[in-house]
């Protein structure tokens, strides 16, 4: 430690005696990263080079900047002092929706990716299946939510039924993935048990796979369900329905009171959802 | 063993009790009458006639699409700089924050439990609860349309990302080391450089790389609501519904995706 130097470099420097090696006096720590000198050398001139290079690009408009420290203070204003009178019934209709539109589409989305994962899971099912899923799986999740939502809105017309269909979309890629990897690692010797009392493939997956599964299916999709009131407050951005467009209405018109009020409701709703989900997963198990 | 008890086994084995099986039945049907309530409430003003045009609608759309526009990519270099430009200076604004909030929010570190710690904790929700894309739209509207607005945004969605995981991590840090450095006479800030951080810096750098891939795939997007990089361009493509760059445009976002996963796995797999 460096404030004992004294004790610490006279134990060396009675070492270096004995051994007539220059060891260094003081200790130093070790590099975590990059073990090669030269090396790191040459990652940390070539991060600076693209930290330069960066910042450069970045374009502010000062006086522009200035100008909106006021809306900035009275975002945070707003924040403080939300209003959630003024727009209660447009706050309410975008709740509203937001919140079925997480629950059908978390229901379907689970219904759909059941069949799905179980066929990406590798110890499962004939190689020619676990490729067909692991591809749906892909596209599912290569693509974002809004971007989704963009042509569903485009197809579907405007409204929570595009938001629906977007966020089951997005919630296949990712409850299938995991049920899958989870489906992958389940304990062999229980499907060794239950293969060797002669069961079907049915069986199989309803008495040694679905028992091992089920809690943590139960809380992925609590956890999906918490994401996709998230995403619903984004997608309404592009027309798909839900809180987002009232709260993109609201910035729009510099009513910051009404949006620090969505705001906090969302935040609200996120945080009674973790908690609610982490009580659901211990009572689960 | 009484006989009493023995006829009062059933026949067959069965894996739960009637108790515990009347509840799991109530709990289903349940979520079975909430989902078509919700359902009901959310398709109330839906126009169904819209969605049974849909198939007509999506081949219409597909045949706009399809030839992408590949000359358009000359356009993209520059945009495609700024996302990545967004995403990096972004992860390191988010980084950066979020390691004090991270010690603040961690039980072992926190200076006070009572007040500290909440603060900090609440500071992580709100950065996790709201997308990128309203944090952007909140900064176009606050510091005007452009890339810092894009930066900065994620920037403040980064905190509570890399905040939570790396306070869990500072809370599974291995006790005995801490105190080996406390019974040197470590003051605080040498026991957390010297005790704490070296456990956590592999678990950071990943968070990292991990958070710079997702900044990534959420800042090709964030132009769409005016805060700079290739979203940009997207917009304006959809606003004058020319669907052929639409269609580069998610090709060249999906490019990038695909590549950024595949260096920060590297990455992460050099790292850990």
């Known amino acids: 430690m460096s404030s004992s130097p004294g004790n610490s470099s006279a134990g060396y420097a009675s070492a270096d005696a004995v051994t007539n090696t ?121 693509l974002q939510e809004i971007i989704i939502a963009i042509l569903f ?59 091992q599964v089920t809690p943590r299916l139960i809380g992925l999709s609590l956890y999906r369900l918490d994401i996709n009131f998230r995403e619903s407050a984004v997608i309404g951005i592009v027309g798909a329905g839900g809180i987002g467009a009232t709260l993109n209405t609201a910035i729009d018109r510099y009513e910051f009171d009404s949006a620090g009020a969505i705001l906090l409701l969302i935040i609200f709703i996120v945080m009674l959802a973790e908690y609610s989900s982490g009580y659901a997963r211990k009572w689960v198990q | ?51 049974a045009d849909a198939p007509r609608q999506a081949a219409d759309l597909g045949a706009r699409m399809m030839p992408p526009k590949w000359s358009y990519i000359n356009v993209l270099w520059v945009p495609l700089w700024h996302t990545l430009n967004i995403a990096t200076l972004g992860t390191l604004i988010g980084v950066a924050l979020a390691v004090p909030v991270a010690f603040l929010a961690a039980r072992n570190t926190t200076p006070s439990r009572a007040i500290v710690r909440p603060i900090a904790l609440f500071i992580i929700v709100s950065s996790r609860s709201i997308n990128s894309l309203i944090w952007a739209l909140l900064l176009v509207s606050i510091i005007g349309p452009g890339i810092l607005a894009g930066i900065v945004a994620i920037g403040l969605r980064s905190i509570g990302f890399v905040a939570k995981l790396l306070y ?39 968070i990292s790389v991990f958070r710079w891939d997702i900044n990534i795939r959420e800042s090709t997007i964030l132009g769409l609501v005016g805060a700079g990089g290739i979203g940009l361009q997207l917009q304006a493509s959809l606003n004058v519904l020319a669907w052929p760059q639409v269609t580069l445009i998610f090709i060249v976002i999906l490019a990038t995706v695909v590549v950024s996963e595949w260096v920060s796995a590297k990455v992460r797999h050099a790292i850990i």
């Open chain 2, 1 to 51: 063993m009484s006989t009493d008890n023995t006829s009062a086994t059933p026949k067959e084995w069965q894996h739960r009790t009637s108790k515990q099986r009347l509840i799991i039945w109530v709990c289903w049907l349940a979520l079975v009458a909430l989902t078509v309530y919700c359902w009901q409430v959310m398709t109330e003003s839906t126009i169904w006639a819209f969605v």
């Open chain 2, 168 to 206: 869990e991590a500072i809370e599974e840090t291995d006790i005995t080391q801490i105190e080996a450095i406390t019974a040197t006479g470590a003051s605080r800030a040498q026991v957390v450089n010297y005790g704490i951080l070296p456990q956590i810096l592999p678990a950071l750098y990943g």
């Open chain 1, 22 to 142: 220059d060891y260094p006096t003081q200790w130093r720590r070790p590099p975590t990263l990059v073990k090669d000198t030269k090396l790191r050398y040459a990652l940390i001139i070539g991060a600076i080079v693209y930290l330069i290079l960066a910042i450069g690009t970045v374009e502010v408009n000062w006086a522009r900047v200035v100008e909106g420290l006021d809306r900035g203070w009275r975002f945070i204003k707003g924040f403080l002092q939300p209003d959630f009178t003024t727009r209660w019934s447009d706050i309410k209709t975008g709740m509203i929706e937001s919140l079925t539109m997480a629950l059908t589409s978390t229901v379907a989305g689970v219904l759909i990716s059941i069949p799905i994962g179980i066929g990406a899971a590798r110890n499962l099912v004939p190689p020619f299946v676990y490729r067909i899923c692991r591809a749906i799986i892909a596209v599912s999740r290569s």
């Open chain 1, 153 to 211: 809105v485009a197809m579907f017309g405007f409204g929570p039924f595009a938001g629906f269909l977007t966020l089951s979309f997005a919630t296949i890629g990712f409850l299938s993935k995991l049920l899958a990897e989870d489906i992958e690692v389940v304990d062999k010797s229980q499907l060794e048990a239950i293969k060797a009392t002669g069961a079907s493939w049915w069986q199989l997956v309803n008495y040694a796979v679905q028992p």
